[in-house]
């Protein structure tokens, strides 16, 4: 059973950036994939960011040219680099395995906004 931490949100303003972390441990198997996910005020959860083991990457729409989801296999450890941050940007930030998806973390709440 793996355990997901998530860590790195705040409030920041419009056009600006933060760098999100998840760290994983108590994992048996190599994680092949690691996704960040969003899930906005009275919004369904999202999946915006996907990181396959070759380091292949997907993104959503709505973020693509601006995130970046990038890993540290050594550390366990995958990141979210988010530039030129929107308003609707705005959430609770997770991580997890793309098609397993175990518990959930606590998330890390993201707030853009002047």
């Known amino acids: 059973q793996v355990q997901l931490v998530e860590s790195g949100g705040g409030l920041v303003q419009p056009g600006g950036s933060l760098r999100l972390s998840c760290e994983a441990s108590g994992s048996r198997f190599r994680i092949n994939a690691m996704g960040w996910y969003r899930q906005a005020p009275g919004k369904q959860r999202e999946l915006v960011a996907v990181?396959?083991?070759?380091?292949?990457?997907n993104y959503a729409d709505s973020v693509k040219g601006r995130f970046t989801i990038s890993r540290d296999n050594a550390k366990n450890t995958t990141y979210l680099q988010m530039n030129s941050l929107k308003p609707e940007d705005t959430g609770v930030y997770y991580c997890?395995?793309?098609?397993?998806?175990?518990?959930w973390g606590q998330g890390t709440q993201v707030t853009v906004s002047s």
């Open positions: 990181i396959n083991s070759p380091g292949g990457t």
């Open positions: 997890n395995v793309p098609g397993l998806l175990g518990p």
